[in-house]
T-cell receptor, first 116, second 111 residues
């Protein structure tokens, strides 16, 4: 069983479109995250939810909107896609916020988004 | 200056070699430190935590120098399967509770 699963794995879409990436974790964790890894391989946090409550909201364009219907799901909706949005988006979860020593963060396999 | 800096490599070493990576961090509020491993086109996975006293896990040894704000990872007796990108990660235990990732050091182990 995949602990953190996200769909779709690959997404190619045109500029201006709206798309969503879904994420589910079956680990019973309270905290979920969205990370973006760009072409230079930097992995940066975008959002973090703890028990469905938004905890971290980095400086991300408001075209990106996370939604957490319950603590096992955190979806990412992107409006008006731009070329610069092309990246790998990783969903992740941990028991508590912060990814501490005894609070390992588990990542999903990533969603490769290409905007053309 | 980036908050976490690593030499991108690649480090190209023969099997059996010992290789070491360093990482520096700029924020003295950083409290916890980790090494993650990321294989090509895969997700990052925790390799090991880094403790102040240094710690070892099989062929892997991690060290932390708080005074100089750097972290190291030593891999002994390299295996082909060690080929991956190694990400240095720090956790600021301030109100942000964020993990800050370095861009990674790529290791290639050749036969």
């Amino acid at each position: 069983d995949t602990a953190v699963s996200q769909t779709p794995k690959y997404l190619v879409t045109q500029m201006g479109n709206d798309k969503s990436i879904k994420c589910e974790q079956n680990l019973g964790h309270d905290t979920m995250y969205w990370y973006k890894q760009d072409s230079k391989k930097f992995l940066k946090i975008m959002f973090s939810y703890n028990n469905k409550e938004l905890i971290i909201n980095e400086t991300v364009p408001n075209r990106f909107s996370p939604k957490s219907p319950d603590k096992a799901h955190l979806n990412l909706h992107i409006n008006s896609l731009e070329l610069g949005d092309s990246a790998v988006y990783f969903c992740a979860s941990s028991q508590e916020i912060g990814g501490g020593e005894r609070n390992t963060i588990y990542f999903g396999e990533g969603s490769w988004l290409t905007v053309v | 200056r980036k908050e976490v800096e690593q030499d991108p490599g690649p480090f190209n070493v023969p099997e059996g070699a010992t290789v070491a990576f360093n990482c520096t961090y700029s924020n003295s509020a950083s409290q916890s430190f980790f090494w993650y491993r990321q294989d090509c086109r895969k997700e990052p996975k925790l390799l090991m935590s880094v403790y102040s006293s240094g710690n070892e896990d099989g062929r892997f040894t991690a060290q932390l120098n708080r005074a100089s704000q750097y972290i190291s990872l030593l891999i002994r007796d390299s295996k082909l399967s060690d080929s991956a990108t190694y990400l240095c990660v720090v956790n600021r235990m301030d109100s942000s509770y964020k993990l800050i990732f370095g861009s990674g050091t790529r290791l290639l182990v050749r036969p």
